[in-house]
């Protein structure tokens, strides 16, 4: 832990870096800070936060910079979300109150808002289909011996599944097959196992289960939908090209992303920063992430992706209300 006036300095340099991507010195602090002491004064303290790895000096006669562990204080101890501000609160409200239709579009245009809101790069993580209620299902014939299982799932989702039907089935079969397959699935998940209760009719009853061995795979027939919005503004946040060609060429990991997302949260952080990723292509970025709940249960993830140096307090701000109303959004259906 830090006293209070360490403390102090430590807020005054982190903030004045954010704002202005220079290394920051004790003159201004001690001017910003609204200390009692002299510049002097303030030079030795920022030494001293330099020693415990709290700041760095790139160069000998510049300021200071924040490190990781500068960064990691200031985020814990001296900083909460912000609010935003009443016109992007209002953007917030006006989208989720208007978007409707396909899922993967309203994913796709919920992470430009989130990048449109803090300039960074932003990621929303699809709902996996194992989390998803199933809210209706129905089995619908296209042909004699051709039918097609319907399952319409809470997250907006829609499965599809071609099955082939046997010679003697018809259509009050395929009724009665229909309403077993919704009795048995509504209301739980496509991880739902198990055989559903017998009709009575021998031929209903595999059209049933014909219909349940076509959806068996579906949880986890693909992987997580992952949605990216603001990458060009990336190349904006960074001095270095490579930097961004690196942190660029990450992102189109989807698998990555999603693993670093998931990371973050399973340590039980809201906040990953430098280093603490794991992974050398981001250890000059910053990571913001929320998980999101569709019908009570969490359903996927988003997050920001910025240089350390980003607005902590207003990046945290956009991904709570936006987690929040698309969680909301998406359990409205």
């Known amino acids: 832990m830090l006293d209070e006036r360490k403390a102090a300095i430590l807020r005054a340099v982190v903030e004045e870096y954010i704002e202005t991507a220079q ?89 430009r808002l989130l990048s449109s809101l803090t300039d960074y790069a932003a990621v929303v993580v699809g709902p996996p289909h194992e989390a998803s209620v199933i809210r209706s299902a129905q089995i619908v014939r296209l042909a004699p011996h051709v039918a097609l299982v319907v399952v319409v799932l809470g997250n907006g989702v829609v499965e599809k599944r071609v099955v082939e039907l046997a010679e003697n089935v018809d259509d009050g079969r395929v009724a009665t097959a229909s309403a077993r397959l919704a009795a048995h699935l509504t209301g739980y998940t496509l991880g739902h196992r198990g055989a559903a209760a017998p009709t009575g009719d021998a031929v209903a009853d595999t059209v049933v289960a014909t219909a349940l061995g076509a959806l068996v795979d579906t949880a986890d027939d693909g992987p997580d939908h992952v949605f990216l919005g603001g990458v060009s503004r990336m190349a904006g946040a960074f001095d270095a090209v490579e930097t961004v060609r690196k942190v660029l060429g990450t992102l189109e990991q989807q698998y990555v992303v999603v693993t670093l997302l998931r990371d973050v949260l399973d340590r039980g952080l809201s906040v990953a920063i430098g280093s603490e990723h794991g992974l050398e292509p981001l250890s000059t970025c910053a990571v913001v992430v929320s998980p999101y709940q569709v019908e009570g249960r969490i359903g996927g993830t988003i997050g920001v992706l910025g240089p350390t140096r980003m607005n902590y307090p207003q990046a945290l701000a956009a991904v709570a209300m936006v987690s929040q109303r698309l969680g909301e959004r998406l359990s409205e259906g």
């Open 23 to 111: 290394p920051v010195g004790s003159a201004h602090v001690a001017r910003t800070a609204r200390l009692p002491v002299s510049s002097a004064t303030v030079r030795n303290e920022m030494a001293v936060l330099e020693h415990e790895g709290y700041l760095v000096q790139p160069h000998t006669s510049a300021g200071r910079i924040p490190t990781d562990k500068g960064y990691r204080f200031f985020v814990d101890q001296l900083t909460a979300p912000g609010t935003l501000e009443a016109e992007q609160r209002q953007r917030v409200r006006e989208f989720f109150d208007t978007a409707h239709g396909e899922l993967e579009r309203m994913l796709h245009d919920t992470s």
